[in-house]
Structures are given as structure tokens and as C-alpha cells.
């Protein structure tokens, strides 16, 4: 049986709402990585706690739901302002909690759940404390943001060979590039008006792609588990894995690039 097409209107009004959702998620981020402090970690605190739980759907594990979300809040409350932050002992606490999770639900599924929710929260509160924090972090989200827009228009306006069908149908080698193109020149432009380091320019390209595999790696999980999008809570966009899929990768790659970067000579 062959589905009926979905009306041009229906397209366009599609498009609109994913735009102004868009806009507001990113002005929503924008604030929160300004002011930093408790207004990023609770911004940080939900991210993660949205991501495990559509974890759990996504991965058959939704009778200990509670239990990982439980078990990661403890890592999240030591990551805040008025405790460790981000600290070597939150890490380490994601790890326990893994470990936790694990043994309880008797999978390691939930347990990896942790460690994807985790590690970018841990990321993101310690890349906003070093120094010249609030560029790196907006550059960290500016590079996935390019990559998901390059991708998307220039995927949709090109079209072409399948970037990989057997984890997405959607995706096109041209979205790749358009991708990589755009996170690219968003790089530059913030290396020429905001002295983002050259470098940085030059690493965004592989963080570009990074970024589409992980984009790539949750629309695998959604095709195993049989759904459209990870949740509902964002119209236009699905769940919070869905807005997040590239940045969770990316985000503690940035943050170990970074701490290298800074360690002592």
C-alpha cells in the first residue's frame, strides 16, 4: 500500500515549527553558556537526564529507568557550582554509577546509557571553566548546529548516494559535505571576529564528521527499537537524543583536546 504524500503546507509548516524550536533551543543554550554557572548546570542536569531515560526506551531497559536516572544524579550533583564541579571525582562517579547500573539490571545496555548521558555533561560544565571557556564552548555547539544545518538544506537540495542506508535512509553523502562545508566556515568566521584558535578551524572538519556519526549512531538505535524519533518533548524535533545525537560525541572529545591543551608543559 503506498502512504499519501504529505501536502506541500504540510511540509512547510513542518519546516517553520522545526525552525522556531530551533532558534529557541539554541537562544535557550546561548544564555545558559553566557552566564555559566548554576544556570548551565541545570541546563546540563536536564540534558543528561532526558538523554538517559530515552536511552532506556530506545534500548528495552525501560523497567530500570529510575534506577539509572537515580544513579546518574549523583555524578550530575557533584558536577554543580557548589560542589566538585567538574572534577576528576565526577568522573569517577560516572564510572560507579555504570557499574551500579550494570549490576543491578544485570546488562550493560543501561550501564552504557551512563556513559553516553555522562561523559558530554562532564564535558560541557569543564569546558565553560577554563579559560576563554564561553568561546569554546559556543564553538563546540556552533560546529554541531553547522553540521546538523549544512546537513539537512544541502542533503534535502542535493540529494544523491545514501551516506549509510542500513542506519539511515535519509542521509546523503552531499548532507556530509554540506555539513562539513558549513561547520567550516562557521569555524573561520569565529576564528577572524572572535580569535578562536586556527587549530580549532582546522579540528572542527573531523569533529564535523564525528558529529554525523553520531547522528548516524542514534538513528541506528531508533531503527532497532522501531522508532521515529527518540521522544515528543520537542516539536519538530523528536526527544532530547535527537537534538543532541552530534554533540554527545563531540562535546568530550573537545573537552580531552582541551585538557592536553592545557596541561602543564
Same mark, same amino acid.
Given at each position: =500500500?503506498?502512504?499519501?504524500?504529505?501536502?506541500?503546507?504540510?511540509?512547510?509548516?513542518?519546516?517553520?515549527?522545526?525552525?522556531?524550536?530551533?532558534?529557541?533551543?539554541?537562544?535557550?543554550?546561548?544564555?545558559?553558556?553566557?552566564?555559566?554557572?548554576?544556570?548551565?548546570?541545570? /541546563?546540563?542536569?536536564?540534558?543528561?537526564?532526558?538523554?538517559?531515560?530515552?536511552? #532506556?526506551?530506545?534500548?528495552?531497559?525501560?523497567?530500570? %529507568?529510575?534506577?539509572? =536516572?537515580?544513579?546518574? #544524579?549523583?555524578? /550530575?550533583?557533584?558536577?554543580?557550582?557548589?560542589?566538585?564541579? *567538574?572534577?576528576?571525582?565526577?568522573?569517577?562517579?560516572?564510572?560507579?554509577?555504570?557499574?551500579?547500573?550494570?549490576?543491578?539490571?544485570?546488562?550493560?545496555?543501561?550501564?552504557? !546509557?551512563?556513559?553516553?548521558?555522562?561523559?558530554?555533561?562532564?564535558?560541557?560544565?569543564?569546558?565553560?571553566?577554563?579559560?576563554?571557556?564561553?568561546?569554546?564552548?559556543?564553538?563546540?555547539?556552533? /560546529?554541531?548546529?553547522?553540521?546538523?544545518?549544512?546537513?539537512?538544506? #544541502?542533503?534535502?537540495?542535493?540529494?544523491?548516494?545514501?551516506?549509510?542506508?542500513?542506519?539511515?535512509?535519509?542521509?546523503?553523502?552531499?548532507?556530509?559535505?554540506?555539513?562539513?562545508?558549513?561547520?567550516?566556515?562557521?569555524?573561520? *568566521?569565529?576564528?577572524?571576529?572572535?580569535?578562536?584558535?586556527?587549530?580549532?578551524?582546522?579540528?572542527?572538519?573531523?569533529?564535523?564528521?564525528?558529529?554525523?556519526?553520531?547522528?548516524?549512531?542514534? #538513528?541506528?538505535?531508533?531503527?532497532?527499537?522501531?522508532?521515529?524519533?527518540?521522544?515528543?518533548?520537542?516539536? !519538530?524535533?523528536?526527544?532530547?537524543?535527537? %537534538?543532541?545525537?552530534?554533540?554527545?560525541?563531540?562535546?568530550?572529545?573537545?573537552?580531552?583536546?582541551?585538557?592536553?591543551?592545557?596541561?602543564?608543559?
Amino acid at each position: =500500500m503506498v502512504e499519501p504524500a504529505v501536502p506541500e503546507s504540510g511540509k512547510a509548516n513542518e519546516l517553520q515549527t522545526r525552525i522556531v524550536v530551533g532558534l529557541l533551543l539554541i537562544a535557550a543554550a546561548g544564555l545558559a553558556v553566557y552566564f555559566g554557572g548554576i544556570l548551565l548546570w541545570l /541546563l546540563v542536569v536536564l540534558m543528561a537526564l532526558g538523554i538517559i531515560s530515552e536511552w #532506556s526506551g530506545l534500548t528495552g531497559r525501560l523497567e530500570n %529507568r529510575r534506577l539509572a =536516572m537515580y544513579a546518574l #544524579s549523583v555524578p /550530575l550533583a557533584i558536577m554543580s557550582p557548589w560542589a566538585a564541579g *567538574a572534577s576528576f571525582l565526577a568522573l569517577g562517579l560516572i564510572i560507579g554509577a555504570a557499574m551500579f547500573v550494570a549490576v543491578f539490571d544485570r546488562s550493560f545496555k543501561l550501564a552504557t !546509557g551512563v556513559f553516553y548521558a555522562g561523559l558530554p555533561a562532564l564535558a560541557i560544565v569543564y569546558l565553560r571553566d577554563i579559560d576563554n571557556g564561553i568561546l569554546i564552548v559556543f564553538w563546540t555547539l556552533a /560546529l554541531v548546529w553547522a553540521t546538523d544545518i549544512g546537513a539537512y538544506f #544541502s542533503g534535502r537540495a542535493i540529494g544523491g548516494p545514501k551516506l549509510a542506508p542500513q542506519f539511515s535512509p535519509n542521509k546523503t553523502w552531499a548532507g556530509l559535505i554540506g555539513g562539513v562545508a558549513l561547520t567550516a566556515a562557521a569555524s573561520f *568566521a569565529l576564528h577572524v571576529y572572535w580569535a578562536l584558535p586556527l587549530y580549532l578551524v582546522w579540528v572542527s572538519i573531523p569533529l564535523a564528521i564525528l558529529a554525523q556519526m553520531g547522528d548516524l549512531f542514534e #538513528s541506528w538505535l531508533k531503527r532497532k527499537a522501531g522508532a521515529k524519533d527518540s521522544g515528543t518533548i520537542f516539536p !519538530g524535533h523528536g526527544g532530547v537524543m535527537d %537534538r543532541l545525537d552530534g554533540l554527545i560525541p563531540v562535546a568530550p572529545v573537545v573537552a580531552l583536546i582541551m585538557l592536553v591543551e592545557n596541561l602543564p608543559a
